[in-house]
């Protein structure tokens, strides 16, 4: 049972970038997925959730339309496309694996947590 994420980098402020979870079958069938940050000093944070339909998705308030969370169902993996980049959206990266992604939302019902990918915005 294992997440990963994947796809971070350095990016001037203003760009542009994909992160990828990509996750073992088991662990994705049935799963909403979220995706929080964490940075340098600072909690964790929520960033976005998806159910494991697609059809329902949750934003935290810093990210909404600059950020867009879709899953490939066929493929095991969550994307975290990510626009408008600014020097406060750098941070590790972190996807988890909860029973619906209101409770994700909500730092509740979370069973699995994956390996961070970091994410650097030069401003």
């Known amino acids: 049972v294992q997440l990963q994420a994947y796809g971070g980098g350095l990016v001037q402020a203003g760009g542009s970038l994909r992160l990828s979870c990509a996750a073992s079958?088991?662990?994705?069938?049935?799963?909403?997925i979220g995706w929080f940050r964490q940075a340098p000093g600072k909690e964790r944070e929520f960033v976005a959730a998806i159910s494991w339909s697609g059809l329902s998705t949750y934003y935290a308030d810093s990210v909404k339309g600059r950020f867009t969370i879709s899953r490939d169902n066929a493929k095991y993996t969550v994307y975290l496309q990510m626009d408008s980049l600014t020097a406060e959206d750098t941070a590790v990266y972190y996807c988890?694996?909860?029973?619906?992604?209101?409770?994700?939302?909500?730092?509740?019902?979370?069973?699995?947590w994956g390996k961070g990918t970091l994410v650097t915005v030069s401003s």
């Open positions: 079958g088991r662990t994705f069938s049935g799963y909403a």
């Open positions: 988890a694996a909860g029973t619906t992604a209101q409770a994700i939302s909500t730092y509740q019902g979370i069973d699995y």
